[in-house]
């Protein structure tokens, strides 16, 4: 049996699109396939914390995930996100994504807060259980700023008890030093360590031994140049393109899905900017300030 190709480079995490009912746009979520694809994304993600999943039943989750590997077909990795409230699910959700026949699964722990937080039994009860589901699949184990994030001296443990656990995603805070420390932890246990934080460091991130970064899509085609330039040794070319971005990752760190729904709209790959999870309303300055932000970029957009 030959040895699997590691993953690396841009794996864009979709959002869901909704319509102004909350019902799911399907039509929307097929272009955002199709944008992600067309613009070289190494791999997908879905659904996952800026998909909203956390609002979408699990018939609605089976459903989103079917459209997402049908319109990929094949072409590229299809990371399934299993994360739930409590381990049976994520472990059912893990079961059907494996019978759908992802590339991996991705889970963070049960993220609802009760009196407790969860010790290291729990946590490695959990990951069992996703594996036993899952079968052969590698898992991508998500250290989540939501949630309970796991203190990275425990990640030994972990790996050491659940073998199918071969990439992490380290977002805790700060997310540059931590993701140091993670490989540093547990880099040699491991087929790669994923940034998140939208791309928004993603050189930096690459300097630190990133495989790669899984951002929400709206950018998808100036963080696969970037990545490419990057790995090509033109370090300038990465560093200006990423840095004509600057300001509206600002705004994405403000806003979070309201506006990449609203830069995905704008670029004509989801049709309405509804959320199903609270979300901030962009006003008049916010849609003025996106007017002028979006227009100093239509030379990089492809």
Not at 17 to 23: E, G, T
Not at 125 to 140: D, V
Request: glycine share 8%; with cysteine.
């Amino acid at each position: 049996m030959s040895t699997p190709i590691p993953w690396r480079g841009i794996f864009p995490i979709p959002v869901t699109p909704f319509k102004p009912d909350l019902s799911i746009d399907y039509d929307s979520l097929q272009r955002q396939v199709q944008f992600c694809l067309h613009h070289g994304a190494h791999g997908l993600v879905y659904p996952a914390v800026v998909s909203e999943f956390f609002t979408l039943s699990e018939t609605e989750r089976r459903s989103v995930l079917e459209t997402v590997l049908d319109e990929v077909n094949g072409r590229i990795p299809v990371i399934a996100g299993v994360s739930a409230t409590s381990t049976p699910i994520a472990a059912h959700l893990a079961r059907e994504a494996a019978a759908l026949q992802v590339s991996g699964v991705m889970s963070m722990v049960p993220f609802v807060k009760h009196f407790f937080s969860p010790d290291m039994g729990y946590i490695i009860r959990h990951f069992q259980e996703i594996a036993k589901a899952s079968g052969h699949l590698p898992i991508i184990m998500q250290n989540a700023r939501i949630g309970h994030p796991i203190p990275l001296a425990s990640l030994p443990t972990l790996l050491q008890e659940v073998p199918t656990i071969k990439y992490l995603k380290q977002e805790t805070g700060p997310s540059t030093h931590q993701l140091s420390a993670a490989l540093e932890a547990v880099g040699k246990q491991l087929d790669g360590v994923f940034a998140g934080i939208g791309g928004v460091y993603l050189i930096t991130e690459l300097d630190r031994g990133a495989a790669g970064s899984m951002p929400a899509p709206p950018f998808v085609d100036v963080l696969v140049q970037v990545y490419r330039h990057y790995l090509t040794g033109e370090r300038e070319q990465a560093r200006a393109l990423l840095s004509r971005l600057g300001s509206l990752f600002t705004y994405e760190l403000l806003y979070n899905v309201s506006i990449i729904k609203e830069i995905l709209r704008r670029r004509g790959v989801i049709e309405h900017i509804t959320c199903r999870v609270p979300a901030p309303h962009l006003d008049s300055s916010d849609i003025s300030i996106i007017d002028e932000l979006f227009a100093g970029i239509g030379d990089i957009l492809n």
